[in-house]
Structures are given as structure tokens and as C-alpha cells.
């Protein structure tokens, strides 16, 4: 076997074109597969940083009350904690408070996944009960910004949604549970336990014992509820989800999950026109050494070492490829990585590094290359040798499979185009859809009410309204507020209208519901068409309705002055309050990024229903950080313990909306011009070398009087025959991959026809130049030449 290697080595020397050629393509195919994979099994794959993480299971949201009866009474579980993501303001009184994303834990949840803290102490079961004196850990990076990492900040009293709260501890530099959490308190002091622990919804999370599986957990826990209900009628329940490993389901619920399974299906067929490619050359390659063949054969050599003979350069174009594929690979993941890191949503357990699971992707791909470009080539280089040169080179037989490997790297790409096609269809109808309104001097800032000073209506009420008198009129920059921003989806709520007050609640339609301050629809740059909008003193229930659901449940008749009913998208309406209709306003959009209608929106006042969280809406041609300055002065001199964030542009926000879909049709694009491309390259080669082999036939048609289109036909006919069925292949392959692709990538239910008909003229263009220059370069054949030769 060295020597074979030896040898195929200081042939691959004496063809540095060919070997360039295959390493490279190799090296983007593979390179391409390692890169994603990466992503996958960071996402989908690699355990969670927890001890023994296969035991951790996810038991679904569940009463809170429910939750403490499950710890100690469900035998295939040795504990149970129950985990709430949210946010806290953190406060101090000598700066300005700061919002940082937080999770409300029991006091064994640490203790349940296997964590420790880095300085102080952990939650005892005596800081998580009713009343308890308020403590708080704070994350390694709001330790080290906001205190600049002093050893002192244990035991120190600061304001946690303005409650004055004791540090009991620091949490590890890289530890962010459940997700990107900066902050943990304990479960008790979560506002909904606070307020009404009987209504209280919390996520609960179990430690399986070693012998028990998650179907033997969902069977105690089902029994174990059943006595509960029946204990507990006046507790507020959802059904009883189902019980998996903890990393199953947050895997599912991360946003790029979806596109990086797309990805990795789109690299694989990356990697197949790579192979196809590379095979092709061989067998072209071997062709051309037929006599060698012969040679060896007659001296008695095998099929076998033939076959060996010839594979050893596939081992060796395998190798280099491997080494330059690592390489950029690692570009690949830290390019990628960047992109995910700004989002600022990238769990904490996350992480993109190679590897051993990602390197025994990368021997498997590389041992997949060489059997995929190099055995069967080598293999089929041997069929008919022994015969003559033209035998082997010219024989039909292989050309047969040259074209085959064509055909099937010609209906790849285009699979891959349509792919992304759909993709990117979707993301330039979000970027285009007509929102009803001009965004983009539009500034967006979140707020957020958190801990008990908030926790009745009223409370909220004379925020909102204290702080509508401050800025409704700010200097270049009035703000309004809202429970949304433009193009964003809203809560939805279900509509019963006076015309058909009867209909049973489960049928009632969903319509989009938005709580807004009396100037938000002058601040974002839309009218009212009819009647009037908010006044700010909205005593009675009453609405403003968009355009289009006034013109769905009203057709005809004019809408102001009726009344509707507004009650819960997933339970049955229970409210007998009924809401007047006092005005319609322009179209905004909100839900629907695909063009067409409008989404039907109802608007309450924040009077009538004060919301924990809001968007801060200015309309200025002020930078966003000196906008949010102005507005959270206003707002440090109503509560000094709210703040503002995530300060962003309307435009910006809306395009961090689409990432997902924005993210895969790049990539898809990427990988679909590098399969067209080496598709191209393919079909060059192979019509090029078909050419060179039949130069003697060109010159003698020349010679007796052929015409320039017959020789031009004859030399372009089969590649023209490999692009039409590679354009029938890859159609129908399209339509396939079209309805497995994510609804959440595409938006759509499959690729329209003009997806279709863009890629494939793109694909016939690319095609028929990579067909059409070999036959003409061929056609300027001298025939003199040709028969002085013969």
C-alpha cells in the first residue's frame, strides 16, 4: 500500500492542475459539513453542562403549589425543582438601575443540575418561603461590570426590583441557567407566587434515580396528580405535558435548531456534487491511463490491485483536503459563532468548539469522500481494460457514468437552489411587506415592572400615566407606549362582535390585541379613519379596531359605535365586559410578513389593561442612545428602580426578528452557489474532455463538409441531454425538499413558481455556457492538422 501511495503521489506531482482542483473542491465540501455539524451538535447534541445531564428530565409547566407536593412523592425521581425565567432590575443608591435577564429557582435547583457558586453561598430551603428576607446570587459578568468584582459585594444589600435584597453569592463566569440569566432569587419572590401561589405556573425539573426512565416518571407523575386534583380543585392547572430528557426539549425550543438541520442536510448535498465531481475527474483521469491498465494487467496484476493502484490517489487528495477542510472549517465556526454571540441570545451552554464527537464526524466524512470520488472510479476504470486505449476511453460504458455523475450534480444544485430560493423568497417579502407606517425613524426601548410595588393594576396604571406626561411631548423624540412594536406579533384574543354574540367561545376568531398609550397611533405615523382615537380618559371599556378587522366583521356598515367582546385565545371567554368601538385606524401590520392582507388588530387603552412590559416608542432622528437618555431621565424620576433596555431602531429590531430565516437563506445561498459552481465545473470538464477525445472525428467531418451547427450539435447534444435531465431531476427534487423545509424558515407551504423558473434559468444559463464553450473551442479544429496526424 506505500507504494501505491509513493506512486500516486509523484503522479498527483506531475498533474498539479488536477490535484489543485480536487483538493480544493474536497476541501469546501467537507469543510462545509464539519462547519455546520459543529453548530448541530452544540445545539442538538452535546450533553448540558450539568452532572450526570442524562437524568435531568424535563417534567413540563405545572402549578407551582403542584411542584412542591411532587418533591419527596414520585419514586423513580430523587428531586424535584421548579425553575421560572424572567428579569430583574438591579438597583443601588448611587447609580442608575440596570435590567438583567434572571430566573426565580427553588432553593435544591442548584443543587439538582450540580452547581456550586464561585463566592458566597447557595439558596437554603429557608430563603425560598413566604415572607422570607429577600436574597439574591448575581452572575460572574454583573459581579465583575456593576462592582468591579469586589470581595465585599457578599452580604451587601442592593435593590432587586426595588426591594432591598442581601447577596448571598456569585455565580461562575460562564454559568447563565436556565438560559442567559444573570441573576437568581428565589422562586418564592417570583411576583405570580407572590401575588397568588394557587394560580402560579412555574417549569419543574427532575432528577431521575438510576434505574428509572422518563416513561416510568410520566406514569408516577400522572398518578401522583390525580390525587392532587382531587386534594386541590382551587389550584390553576394546564395539562400534564410529557417527560423527557431536559436537553430534548430545549433543544427544540432554541431558534436555530431548525436551520442548522436545514444546513446540515444542504452541506450534504454539497458534499455529494463535491464527490461527483472529484469522481469524474478520476474516471476521466483513469481513461486517459488506459494503457497503463492494459500494461499491468498483461503483466499479470489483479482487478484488485488495479483497483489500489488507482485509489491511492483518492487517499491522498482525501488527506490534504482533510487538513486544508480543518483549517477552514475553524474560520467557518468562529465567523458563525460571532453572528450568533450579537444576538444576545445565545444559551450559555452553548458551545462551538471541535470536538471529539465533531472530529469522528470529520474521519467519517473523510472516509465517505474516498470511497464516494475515488473506489467506484477506480473501480470502473477497469472495465474493458486489456483491450485498447480507445476501448476504455471512449467506450460508452463510461461515458455513461461521467454523464450520470453529471446529471445527479446538475439536479443537486438545483435542489439546493430552490431551497433556498423559498428561504429567501420569505425573508425579502418580511423585508418588503408594507407596514402600514414608516419605521425607520422610528426608536424602540423596552420596560419592564417587576417585583410588588407593580403587582396591582392600579399600580401599573399611574406609571403608564405618570410617565405619558412626561414624554408625549419630549424635544424631537415624543414617545408613546406600547404592548408591541410594528410587524412584531401581538397577543391575540378572541372576538365575539354584537352582530353574533352567540357564538360558542372555541369558535370565535383570533384577532391580534395591542395595549397602547393615547398617542402611540400619531407617534408611529398612522390615522384614524373613522371616529376617534384615545383621549386619555377612556372612563368606559372601549377599542380602537385596525382597517382590515373592520372591514372582515363589520363589511358595510360603519363599525364606530358597536361593541365587541375580547376573551383568551386558549380558555374559554369568561368576561361579560363588552368593549365600544370609538374609532378605526389605518392598517399597521403585525403578525403577517408575507404581503398580502393586513391582520385584523384591536387596540386597548393601557388605562383599561396596564401590562407588566412595554415598548417605549419614540419617533426621532436622534442616535437611540441619546433618545433612551432623555426618556430614562423621565423615568428615573418616576421610579428609580426602572430602567430601560434593549434600546434598539425599529428597522433593527424587526431585521433581529427575522434572523432565523435571514441566517439560513444566507447560508443556503452560499452553499447553493458552490454546488452550482462546482456542478458547472463538472459539466465543463466533462463535455471538454469529450471533446478532446473526439478530435480526429471533428476534423474528418470538417474535412467532408460538415457544417459548423452539426459539429457544434454533435459535440453539445449529451451535454445538453445531462442538463435536461438534471433540470427534471432536480425539479422534482425540489418540490420534495420544499415541503420538508420548517414553516418557521420559509413561511410558506412550498416553492412557488417563480422560485422554480429563477433557478432553473439560472441553472440552464450556468449549464449551457459551462456546455457551449468546449464545443466551440473544439470547432476551431484544423482538419489538416487532424489527418496529417492520422
Not at 91 to 102: L, Q, T, W
Request: proline residues 6%; charged residues 15%.
Amino acid at each position: 500500500m506505500l507504494t501505491d501511495l509513493r506512486f500516486a503521489a509523484r503522479s498527483l506531482v506531475r498533474s498539479p492542475g488536477f490535484a489543485v482542483a480536487a483538493v480544493l473542491t474536497l476541501a469546501l465540501g467537507i469543510a462545509a459539513n464539519v462547519t455546520v455539524f459543529t453548530f448541530v451538535n452544540a445545539v442538538l447534541l452535546r450533553p448540558m453542562p450539568y452532572t450526570t445531564p442524562e437524568r435531568v428530565v424535563d417534567l413540563g409547566r405545572a402549578a407551582y403549589l403542584d411542584v412542591l407536593d411532587w418533591r419527596g412523592n414520585i419514586s423513580t425521581l430523587s428531586d424535584v425543582a421548579g425553575v421560572q425565567q424572567g428579569s430583574v432590575q438591579i438597583g443601588d443608591e448611587d447609580r442608575s438601575p440596570e435590567r438583567h435577564p434572571a430566573a426565580y429557582l427553588t432553593a435544591n435547583a442548584l443543587e439538582l443540575i450540580g452547581h456550586k457558586p464561585l463566592r458566597g453561598r447557595a439558596f437554603r430551603p429557608e430563603d425560598d418561603r413566604p415572607g422570607a428576607p429577600a436574597v439574591v446570587l448575581l452572575g460572574y459578568t454583573v459581579w465583575r461590570a456593576r462592582y468591579g468584582g469586589a470581595e465585599t459585594i457578599i452580604g451587601r444589600t442592593i435593590r432587586v426590583n426595588g426591594t432591598p435584597a442581601t447577596v448571598i453569592g456569585v455565580m461562575p463566569e460562564r454559568f447563565a441557567f436556565p438560559q442567559i440569566a444573570r441573576a437568581w432569587l428565589p422562586l418564592s419572590m417570583y411576583p405570580p407566587v407572590v401575588g397568588e401561589p394557587a394560580t402560579a405556573q412555574v417549569q419543574a425539573l427532575g432528577r431521575m434515580r438510576a434505574a428509572a426512565t422518563p416513561s416510568q416518571v410520566r406514569a408516577d407523575r400522572d398518578s401522583l396528580q390525580k390525587r392532587l386534583i382531587t386534594e386541590h380543585p382551587e389550584r390553576d392547572r394546564v395539562p400534564p405535558g410529557t417527560v423527557e430528557p431536559y436537553r430534548a426539549g430545549i433543544s427544540r425550543s432554541t431558534p436555530a435548531a431548525a436551520a442548522f438541520l436545514v444546513m446540515l442536510g444542504a452541506v450534504g448535498f454539497v458534499l455529494l456534487i463535491a464527490c461527483a465531481n472529484v469522481a469524474n475527474l478520476m474516471l476521466v483521469r483513469a481513461s486517459a491511463r488506459a494503457t497503463d491498465v492494459s500494461v499491468r494487467i498483461a503483466l499479470g496484476a489483479g482487478r484488485w490491485q488495479i483497483v489500489r493502484w488507482l485509489l491511492g490517489e483518492s487517499v491522498l487528495l482525501a488527506l490534504v483536503a482533510g487538513a486544508a477542510a480543518l483549517g477552514l472549517s475553524r474560520a467557518g465556526v468562529a465567523l458563525v459563532a460571532r453572528a450568533i454571540a450579537q444576538t444576545g441570545d445565545a444559551p450559555y451552554w452553548l458551545d462551538f468548539t471541535l470536538d471529539g464527537r465533531s472530529f469522528g464526524f470529520f474521519a467519517v466524512i473523510g472516509l465517505g469522500t474516498v470511497v464516494l470520488s475515488g473506489l467506484a472510479p477506480a473501480w470502473l476504470a477497469t472495465v474493458g481494460a486489456g483491450v485498447t486505449q480507445r476501448t476504455v476511453a471512449g467506450g460508452r460504458h463510461h461515458r455513461r457514468w461521467t454523464g450520470g455523475f453529471v446529471v445527479a450534480q446538475l439536479a443537486l444544485s438545483l435542489v439546493l437552489l430552490c431551497g433556498a430560493g423559498a428561504v429567501i423568497r420569505s425573508v425579502l417579502a418580511q423585508v418588503q411587506a408594507n407596514a402600514g407606517i414608516d419605521t425607520a425613524g422610528l426608536v424602540t426601548m423596552r420596560i419592564e415592572l417587576t417585583g410588588t410595588a407593580y403587582r396591582e393594576p392600579d399600580a401599573r396604571r399611574r406609571f403608564y400615566q405618570s410617565m405619558a406626561d412626561r414624554v408625549s411631548d419630549l424635544p424631537g423624540s415624543p414617545t408613546a407606549f406600547a404592548g408591541q412594536i410594528p410587524l412584531a406579533r401581538p397577543r391575540e384574543v378572541r372576538l365575539a362582535t354584537d352582530a353574533n354574540p352567540n357564538v360558542p367561545a372555541p369558535q370565535r376568531p383570533l384577532v391580534g390585541r395591542m395595549v397602547i398609550s393615547p398617542n402611540y397611533i400619531e407617534v408611529v405615523g398612522a390615522t384614524v379613519l373613522r371616529g376617534r382615537g384615545f383621549d386619555g380618559s377612556e372612563a368606559e371599556p372601549a377599542v380602537l379596531i385596525n382597517e382590515r378587522l373592520a372591514s372582515t366583521y363589520f363589511p358595510g356598515l360603519d363599525p364606530v359605535g358597536r361593541r365587541v367582546q375580547l376573551g383568551g385565545s386558549q380558555a374559554p371567554v369568561t368576561s361579560d365586559s363588552w368593549f365600544t368601538i370609538v374609532g378605526v385606524v389605518a392598517n399597521i401590520r403585525q403578525k403577517s410578513t408575507e404581503g398580502g392582507d393586513f391582520d385584523p388588530i384591536v387596540y386597548l387603552s393601557y388605562q383599561q389593561d396596564p401590562e407588566n412590559t412595554a415598548y417605549a416608542i419614540a419617533r426621532s432622528a436622534l442616535a437611540p442612545a441619546a433618545v433612551a437618555r432623555a426618556v430614562g431621565q423621565q423615568i428615573n424620576e418616576v421610579d428609580k428602580d426602572v430602567a430601560l433596555f434593549d434600546i434598539r431602531r425599529a428597522d433593527e429590531r424587526i431585521a433581529y426578528l427575522q434572523w432565523a430565516q435571514r441566517f439560513a437563506g444566507s447560508l443556503l445561498s452560499v452553499f447553493a452557489l458552490i454546488a452550482l459552481m462546482l456542478a458547472a465545473v463538472g459539466l465543463y470538464a466533462v463535455t471538454a474532455y469529450a471533446s478532446q477525445q473526439r478530435t480526429r472525428e471533428i476534423g474528418i467531418r470538417i474535412a467532408l463538409g460538415a457544417t459548423a451547427a452539426h459539429v457544434w450539435w454533435i459535440l453539445t447534444r449529451g451535454a445538453a441531454t445531462q442538463l435536461a435531465l438534471g433540470l427534471l431531476g432536480g425539479l422534482a427534487g425540489g418540490v420534495a425538499i420544499a415541503r420538508v423545509l420548517p414553516a418557521e424558515l420559509t413561511g410558506v407551504s412550498g416553492v412557488s413558481p417563480g422560485t422554480f423558473a429563477a433557478v432553473a434559468t439560472i441553472l440552464l444559463i450556468v449549464g449551457s455556457i459551462a456546455s457551449v464553450v468546449p464545443g466551440r473551442r473544439a470547432m476551431r479544429v484544423d482538419p489538416a492538422e487532424t489527418l496529417r496526424a492520422e
